[in-house]
T-cell receptor, first 111, second 116 residues
Framework: GQNIDQPTEMTATEGAIVQINCTYQTSGFNGLFWYQQHAGEAPTFLSYNVLDGLEEKGRFSSFLSRSKGYSYLLLKELQMKDSASYLCAVRVLSGNTPLVFGKGTRLSVIA | DADVTQTPRNRITKTGKRIMLECSQTKGHDRMYWYRQDPGLGLRLIYYSFDVKDINKGEISDGYSVSRQAQAKFSLSLESAIPNQTALYFC???????????????FGPGTRLLVL
């Protein structure tokens, strides 16, 4: 089976940095996606990693270590609007299977 | 206009009723998906379709059926609704490609379903 683990909830302070971890044990690996989902709204694509290392996109960065089956999403200069759930998803095989989603991490940003 | 639309956005129905949720997309994507989301359980895949003649069961297909009427349309039916099908339902689309990033999924706004 496919298994993706993320913490259920996290809390961080406005202006701070927070790291959301994702570990995966899957039958294959061909890329990892991060999505943001505000309460009651659709998930929206944030970032993508297929090679080891850090991908930076403004205040958001995502890191991947394929040998460890591990990724994290780093959010800097937190803003209240960053309060949302963050979903990790793995592309297990190339081309012919849907993404496998983790259950998501609900981040609360407090003043 | 939104690229992925879902109708209705909210629906209340009674146990035993048949209902249909509809999804349309203007992104020109081949691939379409139906998910349900429940608190604490994340997104769970119900059915997916990689082209008009292709239908595949997902993780939780029991009690659901789908129809891919055209490249742009993918409908989800609950043949006889039951209360534990109360959930938020999302449709999503993705492109077909050799590059993983091409398979980024784009989600519709969701349909909130309540079965009494």
């Amino acid at each position: 089976g496919q298994n993706i683990d993320q913490p259920t909830e996290m809390t961080a302070t406005e202006g701070a940095i927070v790291q959301i971890n994702c570990t995966y044990q899957t039958s294959g690996f061909n890329g990892l996606f991060w999505y943001q989902q505000h309460a009651g709204e659709a998930p929206t694509f944030l970032s993508y990693n297929v090679l080891d290392g850090l991908e930076e996109k403004g205040r958001f960065s995502s890191f991947l270590s394929r040998s460890k089956g591990y990724s994290y999403l780093l959010l800097k200069e937190l803003q209240m609007k960053d309060s949302a759930s963050y979903l990790c998803a793995v592309r297990v095989l190339s081309g012919n299977t849907p993404l496998v989603f983790g259950k998501g991490t609900r981040l609360s940003v407090i003043a | 206009d939104a690229d992925v639309t879902q109708t209705p956005r909210n629906r209340i129905t009674k146990t035993g009723k048949r209902i249909m949720l509809e999804c349309s997309q203007t992104k020109g994507h081949d691939r379409m998906y139906w998910y349900r989301q429940d608190p604490g359980l994340g997104l769970r895949l119900i059915y997916y379709s990689f082209d008009v003649k292709d239908i595949n069961k997902g993780e939780i297909s029991d009690g659901y059926s789908v129809s891919r009427q055209a490249q742009a349309k993918f409908s989800l039916s609950l043949e006889s609704a039951i209360p534990n099908q109360t959930a938020l339902y999302f449709c999503a689309t993705s492109d077909r490609g050799t590059e993983p990033l091409q398979e980024t999924q784009y989600f519709g706004p969701g349909t909130r379903l309540l079965v009494l």
